[in-house]
């Protein structure tokens, strides 16, 4: 069969859209890595080349988020007129396989590592069943290396995104990850991990760890760290705050090529803490946590949702503050976006706060819910104050250039990012389109 992945494409001009560092999906790749040799395989994401609706697949191979998937399903339409099978799976379609079914011939719920095989058979013999779900989730040693192989040669700036976990111990009231993997927390074999680090085309080079939180089994990160020594890697992962509290693991993270970690602070007011159900995190100790980070040559890329129900309009210029205070290196500042599947999306919607169910709105720029602290419009403008103040040259200087951290070693990573982001939100900005009630 001629196989083709689709990743579908962000409206133009929008945030991710305009911003030049982009993506790979992981998930098509382990796709691909778990595909015989015999099938052709293509490849094509919106963001870097159009779809061609001639390419002639025998199946259509899609994968969206929440925000993606209304293109995704343009795109699956169009390639089935043309006699293409299409198959959706995702964390969108997992959440609605009712609504993913109206555009494709498959969906897929969940993981499908294990799964994957029999769909590509089905879909040899034209067999197809309209939904595939696993019987349990993915054993780990099954977790395939991916096949980077497909991604074309330019355009992705981390093309190296590796798993080394999946799922996630804590439950957040917004996460659609909990929902997902169920509260699992599973991890892949170290060797396997060391043995996809060693076969990655652009090494030695940058690495990101995708998972949602590298470190929640000590012993695990710990031997994978072992391993990583002498591969001379630059690398960044995803970790909750309480990691600055372990000083040793920080020092065996630096010492074998840590660069920068994304921890989810999300909210500088406890009482936002508290709703989310993010207990592990303690206001009283970001600050700390970042220094103490910082102190291992680390960088901090802090993500920090506004619109819960305790943030009023003054939380933009408290998190500004923040920032400058700690010289946080980057940041994601999103608006409060209630995912389908999340608990947030059932409490706003019981409370008739949801103010539209297109998909393509929520991409975390743009206000789809009624806030209860501030107005939808002070909420809108709120978003782009603090992302145009943060990601501005004054903010970039005062953050990455005071004297003390000057030498810092992840300033490789995120000079470049937060210079890349000034003109991006600036653009995005520009392009913007409000809802009417933000208006
Ligand atoms: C790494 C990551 C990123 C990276 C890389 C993004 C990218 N392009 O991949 C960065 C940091 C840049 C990022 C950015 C964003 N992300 Co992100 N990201 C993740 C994360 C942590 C892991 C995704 C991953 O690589 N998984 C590894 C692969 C192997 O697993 P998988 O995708 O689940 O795929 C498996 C199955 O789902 C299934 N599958 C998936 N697709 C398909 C398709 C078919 C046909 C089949 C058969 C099976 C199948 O098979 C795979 C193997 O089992 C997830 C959280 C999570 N744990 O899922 C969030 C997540 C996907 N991100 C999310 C969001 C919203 C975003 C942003 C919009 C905002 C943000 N958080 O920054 C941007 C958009 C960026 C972009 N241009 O795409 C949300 C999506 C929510 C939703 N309902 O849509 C998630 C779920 C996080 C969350 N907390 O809710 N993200
Ligand atoms: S927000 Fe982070 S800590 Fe909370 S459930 Fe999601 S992945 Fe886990």
Not at 318 to 341: E, I, K, M, S
Not at 396 to 408: I, N, V, Y
Not at 412 to 424: D, E, Y
Request: aromatic residues 12%; charged residues 25%.
């Amino acid at each position: 069969m001629h196989i083709l992945f689709v990743v579908p494409g962000w409206p133009r001009d929008s945030f991710w859209d305009v911003l030049c560092f982009k993506f790979p999906p992981l998930a098509l790749a382990t796709l691909a890595g778990l595909t015989p040799r015999r099938h052709r395989l293509s490849y094509v994401d919106e963001s870097l080349a159009p779809v061609d609706f001639d390419l002639g697949p025998d199946l259509v191979v899609i994968s969206a988020m929440t925000p993606l998937a209304p293109r995704g399903y343009e795109i699956a339409d169009a390639f089935r007129a043309r006699g293409a099978k299409v198959v959706i799976g995702g964390i969108h379609a997992s959440n609605l396989p009712e609504e993913a079914g109206r555009h494709a011939d498959a969906v897929v719920v969940g993981e499908a590592d294990e799964i994957w095989p029999e769909i590509l058979a089905d879909a040899e013999r034209g067999r197809l069943k309209p939904l595939y779900r696993q019987a349990a989730y993915t054993r780990m040693d099954r977790v395939p290396a991916a096949d980077r192989g497909i991604y074309p040669r330019k355009g992705y700036f981390f093309e190296n995104m590796i798993q080394t976990t999946r799922g996630c111990p804590y439950r957040c009231e917004f996460c659609t990850v909990t929902a997902f993997f169920g509260g699992t927390y599973r991890c892949r074999p170290v060797e396997r991990i060391l043995e996809e680090v060693a076969a990655l085309r652009r090494a030695p080079g940058y690495v990101f760890f995708c998972d949602d939180n590298l470190i929640a089994r000590r012993d695990h990160v710990l031997r994978l760290l072992d391993g990583l020594r002498g591969h001379r890697l630059r690398w960044v992962c995803q970790a909750p705050v309480t990691l600055a509290k372990d000083d040793d693991l920080l020092r065996r993270m630096a010492e074998a090529g840590c660069h920068g970690v994304f921890i989810g602070f999300e909210s500088l007011r406890p009482e936002n803490i508290e709703v989310m159900g993010k207990r592990h995190n303690k206001v009283e100790f970001y600050e700390e946590a970042v220094h103490r980070i910082h102190d291992h040559g680390i960088g901090v890329h802090g993500s920090f949702v506004f619109g819960y129900d305790h943030d009023t309009p003054a939380v933009f210029d408290q998190f500004l503050d923040f920032a400058h205070r700690t010289a946080l290196d980057g940041a994601f500042l999103p608006v409060l976006t209630p995912f389908p599947g999340t608990r947030i999306h059932r409490r706003l919607k019981a409370e008739g706060r949801i103010l539209t169910e297109d998909w393509r709105r929520y991409d975390m720029a743009t206000v789809v819910y009624r806030p209860r602290g501030m107005s939808v419009a002070e909420l809108q403008e709120g978003f782009w104050k603090v992302n145009a103040g943060f990601y501005s040259l004054g903010s970039t200087l005062r953050r990455l250039f005071r004297p003390s951290g000057l030498r810092r070693r992840s300033h490789i990573i995120f000079m470049p990012m937060n210079f890349g982001h000034i003109p991006a939100v600036r653009k995005a900005r520009r392009a913007f389109t409000p809802t009417p009630e933000a208006a």
